[in-house]
């Protein structure tokens, strides 16, 4: 039978253990990857709505091991309205930017944030319109590729 010593030991041993696996630091290793911002285009009509995609790929080789921040800026004339995918997302700059954390873990993929916005009425038609997603993470390994455009056609 084992004695009460031998008992509190292994109960010591047990939880360092776990200490050790759930530790922030442990587990906040910088992964080897990639994370690029995809340009988006897309059409609406003078106070009309559209939905701006702020897509980002993990290009790699490993799978992100932070969480990352996908931001969509968006040109004068645009106004984000929500509801927003994820549903983490935040408005800030009375409604041009749409910031949006997302978990660790993107492996060779894509993440895209949903952002619907509506044009104002003012705008004339014929008019593009240039915005931003861009993406933001400790693991990223190249940032040359973190931002690209958005472009909104203003068409009748």
């Known amino acids: 039978m084992a004695s009460r ?3 509190r030991k292994s109960l010591l041993v047990a939880c360092a253990a776990v200490t050790l696996v759930a530790s922030p630091a442990w587990a906040a290793t910088r992964s080897h990857s990639d994370l690029e911002a995809l340009p988006d285009v897309v059409t609406a ?3 009309g709505t559209t939905t701006v995609h702020g897509t980002v790929a993990n290009t790699g080789p490993d799978r992100t091991t932070s969480p990352f921040t996908v931001t969509v ?6 106004t984000a309205e929500g509801p927003f995918f994820p549903t983490s997302c935040v408005v800030g700059f009375a409604g041009h930017m749409v910031r949006c954390q997302y978990p660790a873990g993107l492996g060779l993929h894509t993440a895209t ?3 619907p916005v509506r044009i104002a009425k003012s705008l004339r038609v014929s008019v593009d319109l240039v915005g931003w997603v861009t993406v933001t993470s400790p693991d990223d390994s190249n940032p040359k590729n973190n931002m ?4 909104i056609h203003v068409r009748p």
């Open 5 to 7: 010593s031998m008992i």
């Open 45 to 47: 009509k003078p106070g």
């Open 73 to 78: 800026t968006l040109p004068a004339g645009v």
């Open 113 to 115: 944030a949903l952002v």
């Open 148 to 151: 690209a455009t958005v472009t």
